[in-house]
Nanobody, 115 residues
Framework: QPQLEESGGGSVQAGESLRLSCSTSGSIDGITSMAWYRQAPGKQREFVAAITKGGNTHYADSAKGRFTISRDNTKNTLSLQMDDLKPEDTAVYYC?????????WGQGTQVTVSS
């Protein structure tokens, strides 16, 4: 069973940056897209950004202009560069990989932004 592992979370001040990474172990065939989601306390998990196999990117309105998603196709790794972080970005960030056969999630990494 393939596994995803996020890293790079932490506690920062508003306006600072973080870079999240997601590594995959085990082969995942037929990947169609890779994405980041987040879940703040007391809220539902929400979409942050995605990148398709072809390299097309999509962002939530809250992430546009501040976050950049990228992937290394050869290594099946995913990154999320987060700049100008705001307290409302505080959440657990999850890596997601969608394939033809299944949908995979990591355990999440905490991002805390203080004002």
């Amino acid at each position: 069973q393939p596994q995803l592992e996020e890293s790079g979370g932490g506690s920062v001040q508003a306006g600072e940056s973080l870079r999240l990474s997601c590594s995959t172990s085990g082969s995942i065939d037929g990947i169609t897209s890779m994405a980041w989601y987040r879940q703040a306390p007391g809220k539902q998990r929400e979409f942050v950004a995605a990148i398709t196999k072809g390299g097309n990117t999509h962002y939530a309105d809250s992430a546009k202009g501040r976050f950049t998603i990228s992937r290394d196709n050869t290594k099946n790794t995913l990154s999320l560069q987060m700049d100008d972080l705001k307290p409302e970005d505080t959440a657990v960030y999850y890596c997601n990989v969608a394939s033809w056969a299944d949908n995979y999630w990591g355990q999440g990494t905490q991002v805390t932004v203080s004002s």
